[in-house]
Structures are given as C-alpha cells and as structure tokens.
C-alpha cells in the first residue's frame, strides 16, 4: 500500500458512497469545498457517510441519504454494494483512512431539491450546493470528483460491473 502522508491524526472508517439517479437518470453530486483546506479547491462528490456502529450498508445508506439530501427511500431502492474501495483524504483536521463501498439509488421522479436540515455542521458548511448531473456529463467533465475516478468507472458500475478499485490517495 501507499505510505500515508503525517501531515493530521488518522482516524480510519468504513462508508457508504451512493450513485443516486432520478427518473431521467441523472446523478445527483454536492458542490463541495474544505474550508480549513482551500488549496484543495472545490469538487463534486457523491452523497454518502460513515457507518455508526453495528449498522449495515443498506442502513447507512439510507441514514445518509435522507440526512444529507432529505430524500427518504427504504432499502428495496438499493442496488448492492459493488464498487469497493479504499481512500485516504484530508478533511477538517483530520486524514481520513476510508473503506468505502458504492451503492446506487434509483428514483421514480426528476431530481428533487435537496433538503438539508438533517445535515451535520460541517456540512452545512461544506456543501455549497449540488446538480443533478446527466452521466456523459460526468463522464466527460474535467471538473475534480470525489471518488476521484467517477468519470472513469461510473459507466461500468451502472451496467452493473463489479468493481474493486485501486487505492486511492486523493488529498
């Protein structure tokens, strides 16, 4: 594996990463910056969190989603956690050592506004704002992502390829 940078304290996780599409089959992603890291920039990232303890990833899915987004579904619009990943990112002061798996989420309705009471502080803080993003756009932009490989794997996830991708060290 990648030798981790020391720059913050480690904290390691386990999250759940979800392609949301509506009925158009657009992806939903979050305008996204760290203010105690500008140099970072800003990205679009796919919604998705830590798992609470004893959670599953049908459970936490369904806790972040409805958090993040204010959309409620039940586990029956889950698709099965097939893209398997690991990353390490900075965040806040902290460097993140994550597994994390991606999961999809269908809607039966176009792209609804994102309600973010639910959200924690600092997201409030960090999601500046959010699109619901045809899949050629994605896979053509040359806009930053979180993965940081979306653009390259979101067609192979959504036709159903499994995927266990390369470690990651995104920031």
Do not use: C, K, N
Not at 2 to 20: G, M, W
Not at 83 to 106: G, I
Not at 147 to 168: N, S
């Amino acid at each position: 594996m990648i030798e981790l940078p020391r720059d913050l304290p480690l904290i390691e996780r386990t999250a759940v990463r979800l392609v949301v599409r509506d009925r158009d089959g657009r992806i939903l992603l979050f305008h996204t910056r760290d203010p105690d890291h500008p140099r970072l920039g800003t990205w679009w990232e796919l919604p998705g969190g830590g798992m609470d303890p004893g959670e599953s990833y049908a459970e936490t899915a369904v806790r972040e989603l409805r958090e993040e987004t204010g959309i409620a579904v039940t586990a029956a619009r889950l698709g099965p956690p097939s893209w398997r990943r690991r990353a390490s990112f900075v965040h806040r002061q902290l460097r993140h050592l994550q597994d994390e798996v991606v999961m999809t989420v269908r809607l039966d309705v176009p792209g609804p506004d994102v309600d973010g009471a639910e959200r924690l502080d600092y997201e409030v803080e960090d999601y500046f704002g959010f699109r619901w993003w045809p899949v050629e756009e994605v896979v053509t932009s040359a806009e930053r992502f979180y993965p940081g490989r979306l653009p390259a794997l979101l067609t192979r996830f959504l036709a159903g390829e499994e995927i266990d991708e390369e470690f990651e060290l995104w920031s």
